[in-house]
């Protein structure tokens, strides 16, 4: 008798005929339903193998006590695949044996009934023996995996940037303190690894990292996370289009893995969001999931520069009363997301890349532009997310970079080692930094981002 899984038996099943299994072959996992007659009884088993189950079928006769056999219960079965004469699968398991390994208490919450996204934040533990926040991680992981794809093709190479660190790289003062009693100096938990990762393109010319990112920013969004994961790809000897040529270039290729390699668990989150829509007026109906990602893939991001968005939303009708919440004012100011939204979801209907930012309200470290108002930033704007992707072309020229580390109020002394790398053999480069909850929020259809997250950190919930 061989061992298998609920993958080995459904994948050898659509391989071979039917015919060859003579065999039994035994198979662990955790009983997601079952019902039964008086003469047969069903067991739906998954064992995260696969995202698909494996239906157990229990003949009567056998006298198999299935009384403890409950949903959530962990179960080993030894059984011979055949034919299934039921829909939706090919093959069933023929048991002889069921033996209960866990028993599940009558207690347990995860009942394969429609529960709210807030009940499943309430038992995080227990998320992973649905159906749902099993599609939604098995996405998670199919584009952590296509990332290192993509940069390991691009010729990047992966660093790791320290976690634990003294500069506050994007200076919008949301570091995290871990005090200074250790290091003997001020030290927190890093908000982003640019930085370093710049000094490492400085000689290995393509490098990025993926990383954890830590900010203190109190913003009780559906977007916003104190402790996520950002991956930051930093280029030498490139400009800020090649950048966004890259960045384009990697949001689509994680979405087309995931498509091509993860059809079924898309499927199931179709099925979910269109179910949740139900209660929604008309208007607030979106695409369905695949339409939606398969409308990022087959066309180009729309490029426009920032002072082109300013107008666009200062001459537009985002609703009925006509007006934002934050209106378009005094060209300068920051978009908020509504504004945001209104040039993805409304104006361009897809991701619109946005670029030239004032430079008071990007960071120090972006490269100025020859009309001395704004910087080479770019901000890649995704439908139902806003922000999906940071990044900038980096100010390369030493004395231009101290003059406005003065302005910002930085430091040199403590900046050396980033300043030096401007004095021996500078170079061009660019870089950015995505949100990989945001990307993971995007492909899945998630409102929140603390639904593509194992254990979400936010202000005031550890
Ligand atoms: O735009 P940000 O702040 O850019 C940087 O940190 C640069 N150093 C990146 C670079 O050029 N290397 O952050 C980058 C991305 C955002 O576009 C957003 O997707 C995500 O990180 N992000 C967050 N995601 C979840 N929760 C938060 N609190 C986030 N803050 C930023
Ligand atoms: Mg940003």
Not at 386 to 395: H, L
Request: hydrophobic letters at 35%; aromatic letters at 12%.
């Amino acid at each position: 008798m061989k061992r298998t899984s609920v993958y080995g038996v459904l994948s050898a099943a659509s391989m071979f005929p039917l015919i060859q299994w003579e065999e039994e072959v035994e198979v662990f996992g955790w009983v997601r339903t079952i019902r039964g007659s008086k003469n047969v009884s069903f067991i739906v088993l998954h064992d995260g193998s696969t995202f698909e189950s494996l239906q157990v079928v229990v003949n009567a006769e056998l006298g198999i006590d299935l009384s403890k056999v409950s949903s959530g219960a962990s179960i080993r079965v030894i059984g011979r695949p055949v034919e299934s004469k039921g829909q939706g699968q090919e093959v069933d398991l023929e048991t002889t044996v069921v033996e209960l390994i866990g028993e599940c208490g009558e207690d347990y919450p995860m009942q394969p009934k429609r529960h709210s996204m807030e009940f499943f934040r309430e038992h995080p533990h227990l998320r992973m023996r649905t159906k749902l926040f099993q599609a939604i991680f098995r996405i998670r992981h199919r584009a952590k995996m296509a990332t290192h794809e993509f940069f390991d093709y691009g010729a990047f190479i992966q660093v790791d940037t320290p976690i634990i660190t003294g500069s506050d790289c994007e200076g919008a003062g949301e570091m995290f303190s871990i005090g200074e009693d250790f290091f003997g100096q001020e030290a927190g938990l890093s908000v982003s690894g640019q930085l370093e990762a710049e000094t490492a393109a400085m000689g290995l010319g393509r490098v990025y990292t993926f990383g954890p990112t830590f900010r203190a920013e109190n913003s009780h969004t559906s977007r916003h996370l104190a402790e996520f994961w950002m991956i930051e790809p930093e280029m030498a000897f490139a400009e800020l289009d090649y950048n966004m040529d890259i960045a384009e270039g990697y949001l689509k290729y994680v979405i087309g893995e995931v498509v091509k390699k993860c059809p079924k668990e898309i499927e199931y989150l179709e099925d979910y969001i269109r179910e949740e829509e139900k209660n929604f007026k008309k208007e607030d109906k979106s695409m369905s999931l695949m339409e939606k990602l398969e409308s990022v893939l087959s066309d180009s991001f729309e490029r426009i520069t920032y002072t082109e968005a300013f107008e666009i939303l200062r001459n537009s009708k985002p609703n009925k009363k006509g007006k934002f919440e934050f209106p378009i004012e005094e060209w300068g100011m920051d978009f908020q997301a509504e504004h945001e939204r209104y040039l993805v979801e409304k104006h361009f209907n897809k991701p619109v890349i946005v670029r030239d930012y004032p430079k008071e309200i990007k960071s120090f470290y972006m490269r100025d532009n020859d009309d001395g108002k704004t910087v080479a930033a770019m901000d890649i704007l995704f439908p139902g997310i806003g922000e999906i992707v940071g990044g900038s072309q980096r100010e390369e020229r030493y004395e231009v970079l101290k003059e406005k580390m003065t302005t910002f109020d930085i430091s040199h002394d403590d900046m050396k080692w980033y300043l030096d790398t401007r004095k021996f053999g500078t170079a061009p480069h660019s870089g950015f930094g995505v949100g990989f909850e945001r990307l993971v929020q995007f492909i899945t259809g998630m409102k929140n981002i603390r639904d593509v997250v194992l254990y979400p950190r936010t202000p005031g919930k550890l």
